[in-house]
């Protein structure tokens, strides 16, 4: 039987994990208009999504400790319930990650060259897009484990296009005969953070990979 199938019959489980990821998936599209509207210099529309984000992961721990709370309280899965929990700790730390870095957008206020803002928008695009594959993923894990490669290597590929857009900024940053030594380190620190969840995607991605060979046998 599937995870979806055991739990499905018990008190709703099943509905908050499916609420807890639509919340990590929402809070990618969040941080990704939050950039858009930082980098056009719109801080008030940026303000309000950094207040949204902050309201999503309050939201998200909640569901969160009360996933843990019934598999635990419930002994739901035993087999299986340190994976499972991994899993959602996993998906609220990138959660987390999106805030944290919009936080850091909002605490130093980066002046961002009009010739960067292009592919910084791409590449938080790409990282966004890594979360909502390694996200769906997940959902497949718990509803229909067959269909987790079906997006499993989607987070392979944006990832590795994050990491493609991370060199090209960082080397237009440390090139740049217009940015001093100082901000050329900020920009550089910006860009490397922002990568950092595609990294943690990807690493999320392989940790679920083991869990459904695990599953097989």
């Known amino acids: 039987m599937s995870y979806g199938g055991i739990l499905r019959k018990k008190i709703g489980i099943e509905h908050k994990v499916d609420a807890f990821l639509d919340l990590v ?15 056009s210099n719109d801080l008030e529309a940026f303000k309000s999504h ?5 309201d999503t992961e309050r939201q998200a721990d909640v569901l969160r400790r009360s996933i843990e709370d019934l598999l635990y309280r419930r002994t739901l899965i035993p087999e299986s319930r340190g994976d499972v929990l991994r899993l959602i700790e996993g998906m609220d730390s ?14 130093e206020r980066p002046r961002m ?10 590449l938080v695009h790409c ?9 769906c993923s997940i ?11 079906d997006h499993l290597h989607k987070v392979s590929y944006w990832e590795a296009e994050a990491d493609k857009l991370s060199t090209k900024l960082q080397t237009a940053i440390f090139r740049s005969e217009n940015l001093e030594l100082c901000e050329s380190l900020q920009l550089s620190a910006f860009v490397r953070h922002v990568d950092a969840i595609a990294d943690q995607a990807e690493d999320m991605a ?6 459904v060979l695990k ?3």
């Open 94 to 107: 990138l959660l987390g990650h999106f805030k944290g870095s919009m936080f850091r957008f909002e605490i």
């Open 50 to 54: 950094l207040d949204q984000i902050v």
């Open 215 to 217: 599953r097989a046998f």
């Open 25 to 39: 998936s929402e809070s990618g599209m969040i941080y990704r208009r939050g950039v858009e509207s930082y980098t």
């Open 206 to 211: 392989d940790s679920l990979a083991i869990y």
């Open 139 to 149: 959902r497949s894990f718990f509803k229909n484990i067959l269909a987790v490669s």
């Open 127 to 135: 990282v966004v897009e890594a979360v909502e594959a390694v996200t």
């Open 113 to 122: 060259r009009e010739s960067l803002v292009k592919d910084l928008t791409e």
